[in-house]
């Protein structure tokens, strides 16, 4: 069995629970809780990947030299390739420029406004201007007031 003290020791000054382990199982100072784990500013792949495209490159163009990023020499590159009819690159380029030239934003903007809500936008502006236009009516106004209720 164990040894029970005198009662000569001193109580612990704090109860031991949830968040509060005992003093002799805590991490000494300067020990870390997980040791093989990972170092202080290890860099994940997507880190590394966006280093190295940003990362500079010479490239000679029209008899001069010139810096460039990474991502736009290879860029350049499958250019180069696929205007010499390298199929892979073309198809490649092809991708990539429907991926990243998607011109539905600029067709979905420039689509026509209701009449309601352009005679909405009309007493804004005749507003702003503090006359009334010929286009703003009664029916604009009070389409707007009716608006701004909601």
Known sequence: MAKRGNGSEKPPTYGVGYGKPPVHSRFKPGQSGNPAGRRKGSRNL???????????VRVQEGGRTRKISTQEAFLMKLREKALRGDVRALGDSIELASRFNDDSTVAQTSQALPAEDQAILAAYVAGLRGTDSADTGDNAKASAKKHRRK
């Open 46 to 56: 997507s880190t590394d990947v966006r280093f190295m495209l940003e990362l500079p």
